[in-house]
């Protein structure tokens, strides 16, 4: 069975701080997709990055970077020099082939990230 | 124009009632999801359902049934609402030929009373 641990409950910062949100994944496939995505109060889930299990080199979108390492199997997110407006709670996922094209997405448990102003 | 939509938006309901909440998008996306977050923010997968295939979570009450009279619209039955059903439900739908990416609708919050 597939599992995604999000060790981090609740992170507190100040603004302008860097956070990293941790992520940890277990999975018996060989071929896998790891996302990331932004739940703000108002409560819509919103789409981060996807990764592919072959594709391990990191990433980075503005103020946002994510670093795969398959050996530790862990997909971290980094938000440098955070604003008022990351806070959210933030889900890492695992998608698994369900069958027929369909790809269920197994979620941590959240974090939630208050950012301090 | 949004994605994927759910309506309604809130419902609250009275303990053995039956309820239906509608998704609908228009991606194009050939494969579409209900999934529960409970009270503690925990998301877990309901039903997939595509080319008329439904892949069902086995933990999910029978009492909970997906109706997709088209590829653009996977419906939520609810049959004799418990108290226990109180939670934000979420559609979403997606296609392999965009990477398999999951875009949500904004969620249907059910309370039980």
């Known amino acids: 069975a597939q599992k995604v641990t999000q060790a981090q409950t609740e992170i507190s910062v100040v603004e302008k701080e860097d956070v990293t949100l941790d992520c940890v994944y277990e999975t018996r496939d060989t071929t896998y997709y790891l996302f990331w995505y932004k739940q703000p109060p108002s409560g819509e889930l919103v789409f981060l990055i996807r990764r592919n299990s072959f594709d391990e080199q990191n990433e980075i979108s503005g103020r946002y970077s994510w670093n795969f390492q398959k050996s530790t199997s862990s997909f971290n997110f980094t938000i440098t020099a955070s604003q008022v407006v990351d806070s959210a709670v933030y889900f890492c996922a695992l998608s698994e082939n369900s069958g027929a094209g369909s790809y269920q997405l197994t979620f941590g448990k959240g974090t939630k990230l208050s950012v301090i102003p | 124009d949004t994605a994927v939509s759910q309506t309604p938006k809130y419902l609250v309901t009275q303990m053995g009632n039956d309820k239906s909440i509608k998704c609908e998008q228009n991606?194009?996306?050939?494969?579409m999801y209900w999934y529960k977050q409970d009270s503690k923010k925990f998301l877990k997968i309901m039903f997939s359902y595509n080319n008329k295939e439904l892949i069902i979570n086995e933990t999910v009450p029978n009492r909970f049934s997906p109706k997709s009279p088209d590829k653009a619209h996977l419906n939520l039955h609810i049959n004799s609402l418990e108290l226990g059903d109180s939670a934000v439900y979420f559609c979403a739908s997606s296609q392999v030929q965009t990477k398999n990416i999951q875009y949500f609708g904004a969620g249907t919050r059910l309370s039980v009373l």
């Open positions: 991606l194009g996306h050939d494969t």
